[in-house]
Every structure is written in structure tokens, then in C-alpha cells.
């Protein structure tokens, strides 16, 4: 099992910056993929950015490329999102994903078997 932490949401302005993080424990040796997925009311839950957790591969939504960095810290079994020139579209529960399963769609939320239990990110105009 693998137990996912994710802190760092709030309220900001447009224009503004939010760093998230997530802390993975338990069998953190058997994640292939991590993810943030972000999901707004009313809409469905869609993928953000990807981090290979054995590699350098990222993959970005269109929506937030530019905007939005993945990282990972192997060391500290933990994976970040920066979040910069926010907009009110970006308002959302945002949420750490891990998977362990070879291969699939990085945006697919069934690649997926680990969920953390999200973060409010909120962004006024």
C-alpha cells in the first residue's frame, strides 16, 4: 500500500503562485507514475502533470504549460507542483496521484491506484 499527503492549497489572487506538495510512504518502491489531477465542481477529474517516479519524463496539460512545474524528490518520497501566474480556471481540489502499473495514458485516472485526499486550491480575479 502507499498512503499520499498532499498540503500547500489556499486562496491567491490571479497572477499569484502556489507550491504543492505531496508526501508518499509505505511501498513507495513500486511507484512508476505520479501525477497531480486537479477536479473543479461540476466537472470531471482531469490530469495536470506527470512525473516518471524512475526518470526525468514529464508530461504537462495543455492548460498549464508555462505555468506549472512537476518535480520529484526521490529521496524524500515526495513529488511537488509549483504553480505559477494562477488563473480563477485553475480553481479546483487538486490531488496526488501514484500509479503502479507499467505503460497507459499519464491522463487516464485509471492508471492509477493511490489517491491522496486532495487539496482546495482557490483563485480570485
Known amino acids: 500500500q502507499v498512503q499520499l499527503v498532499e498540503s500547500g492549497g489556499g486562496s491567491v489572487r490571479a497572477g499569484g503562485s502556489l507550491r504543492l506538495s505531496c508526501a508518499a510512504s509505505?511501498?513507495?518502491?513500486?511507484?512508476?507514475?505520479m501525477s497531480w489531477f486537479r477536479q473543479a465542481p461540476g466537472k470531471e477529474r482531469e490530469g495536470v502533470a506527470y512525473?516518471?517516479?524512475?526518470?526525468?519524463?514529464?508530461f504537462y496539460a495543455d492548460s498549464v504549460k508555462g505555468r506549472f512545474t512537476i518535480s520529484h524528490d526521490n529521496a524524500e518520497n515526495a513529488i511537488y507542483l509549483q504553480m505559477n501566474n494562477l488563473k480563477p480556471d485553475d480553481t479546483a481540489m487538486y490531488y496526488c496521484?501514484?500509479?503502479?502499473?507499467?505503460?497507459?495514458?499519464?491522463?487516464?485516472?485509471?492508471?492509477?491506484?493511490?489517491w491522496g485526499q486532495g487539496t482546495q486550491v482557490t483563485v480570485s480575479s
Open positions: 496521484a501514484a500509479g503502479i502499473r507499467p505503460g497507459g495514458r499519464w491522463s487516464e485516472v485509471s492508471l492509477y491506484k493511490f
Open positions: 509505505g511501498y513507495t518502491d513500486s511507484i512508476i507514475h
Open positions: 512525473a516518471h517516479a524512475r526518470g526525468t519524463t514529464t
